[in-house]
């Protein structure tokens, strides 16, 4: 399909013969100037001059109306050029049954909590990051990202079907990068607005935090209302034991806090209001069930969407002027010898 990239350009193709009108226009209107005393230049070769003349006569023999269709020919070629064509060549991308899944996982100062190792000193973080990544490794067919939220929610790598990168990304993951604070609403709408414009009924948000909403800008019930509204479904995973006093790793040191629990009603709140499920993984073999059962959702249908590759054209027009403006030059160069 050929298509004009600067159709607008046309617009100039009249040109040559609107200017000479309006230019004999505002001659014809000025006032005469007088007549020059000063001597006329003399031609060095006055045969020569009028052979040219001559061969040109009163612009109707067959040298003038060649010379005007090759200028009407580099003047048609040029403005041709001048509007970009080119030629669309269709090419349908089809996707696999899938899902467009933004993974929001929470990197406050608690994720540094040492109560999911089942013994072993492996904090919050180290542990999502090792379930997480065999997750996000047997996403075939979906379209994985990557947000990151602590004090503010930031994305880490948008939806993509390169899953090596998001696991690179992942693994670098360590407790308090984003702040110490946890900004849940604004990680539900950073995640609502990366996944709003695709496919209905894939957009997925999975949630992994560990605490309240005491930061941002957006309250997390709100978030996960307007997450509802584009018709995406957030399935929250609550990290952390059921443990009183739990022990986490400040300063070099493993200390033990009270105020480590997590607002677990707001965040079944918001997987209920946006149709998705709510996990409470109190270990590491919790984690690891729980992404195995998201593993075994329901898919969507494969998306089918053809898209137009350009292929520029204007190379042609422009070698047709090139060729246009060299025979007018070999003709005068004739015509004056």
């Given at each position: 399909?050929?298509?004009?990239?600067?159709?607008?350009?046309?617009?100039?193709?009249?040109?040559?013969?609107?200017?000479?009108?309006?230019?004999?226009?505002?001659?014809?209107?000025?006032?005469?100037?007088?007549?020059?005393?000063?001597?006329?230049?003399?031609?060095?070769?006055?045969?020569?001059?009028?052979?040219?003349?001559?061969?040109?006569?009163?612009?109707?023999?067959?040298?003038?109306?060649?010379?005007?269709?090759?200028?009407?020919?580099?003047?048609?070629?040029?403005?041709?050029?001048?509007?970009?064509p080119q030629w669309l060549t269709p090419h349908t991308e089809i996707s696999t049954p899938g899902y467009d899944l933004m993974l929001a996982v929470d990197a406050s100062h608690s994720m540094a909590a040492l109560d999911l190792g089942d013994g072993r000193q492996l904090d919050r973080m180290q542990v999502v990051r090792t379930v997480m990544d065999r997750f996000v490794a047997g996403r075939s067919g979906d379209r994985v990202g990557l947000i990151l939220f602590g004090a503010q929610a930031f994305v880490l790598a948008p939806l993509t079907l390169d899953r090596t990168a998001v696991r690179q990304q992942l693994a670098d993951l360590v407790p308090g990068i984003a702040g110490a604070a946890t900004a849940l609403g604004d990680a539900i709408a950073l995640g609502t607005l990366k996944l709003r414009e695709r496919p209905a009924g894939s957009r997925v948000l999975l949630l992994i935090a560990d605490g309240d909403n005491n930061a941002g800008g957006f309250d997390p019930r709100e978030a996960a209302r307007?997450?509802?509204?584009?018709?995406?479904?957030?399935?929250?995973?609550?990290?952390?034991?059921?443990?009183?006093?739990?022990?986490?790793?400040?300063?070099?040191?493993?200390?033990?806090?009270?105020?480590?629990?997590?607002?677990?009603?707001?965040?079944?709140?918001?997987?209920?209001?946006?149709?998705?499920?709510?996990?409470?993984?109190?270990?590491?073999?919790?984690?690891?069930?729980?992404?195995?059962?998201?593993?075994?959702?329901?898919?969507?249908?494969?998306?089918?969407?053809?898209?137009?590759?350009?292929?520029?054209?204007?190379?042609?027009?422009?070698?047709?002027?090139?060729?246009?403006?060299?025979?007018?030059?070999?003709?005068?160069?004739?015509?004056?010898?």
């Open positions: 399909m050929l298509e004009f990239h600067w159709p607008w350009a046309a617009l100039a193709l009249p040109l040559p013969w609107l200017l000479p009108r309006l230019l004999r226009r505002r001659i014809g209107s000025s006032p005469t100037p007088p007549r020059s005393t000063t001597p006329g230049l003399r031609h060095p070769h006055p045969e020569r001059l009028r052979a040219v003349f001559a061969a040109g006569g009163d612009g109707t023999g067959g040298a003038a109306r060649l010379d005007r269709l090759l200028w009407l020919l580099l003047w048609l070629a040029l403005v041709a050029a001048l509007t970009r307007l997450a509802a509204h584009y018709g995406i479904r957030i399935h929250v995973i609550g990290v952390g034991s059921q443990q009183q006093r739990i022990p986490i790793r400040e300063e070099g040191q493993i200390r033990y806090r009270d105020d480590l629990t997590m607002d677990e009603e707001t965040l079944r709140a918001i997987a209920a209001l946006t149709g998705g499920d709510y996990f409470r993984a109190t270990d590491g073999d919790a984690l690891a069930r729980i992404s195995a059962q998201i593993d075994g959702l329901e898919k969507t249908a494969s998306e089918a969407r053809t898209l137009y590759l350009p292929q520029p054209l204007y190379r042609w027009p422009l070698l047709l002027a090139l060729a246009a403006l060299l025979a007018l030059g070999i003709r005068d160069r004739g015509v004056a010898s």
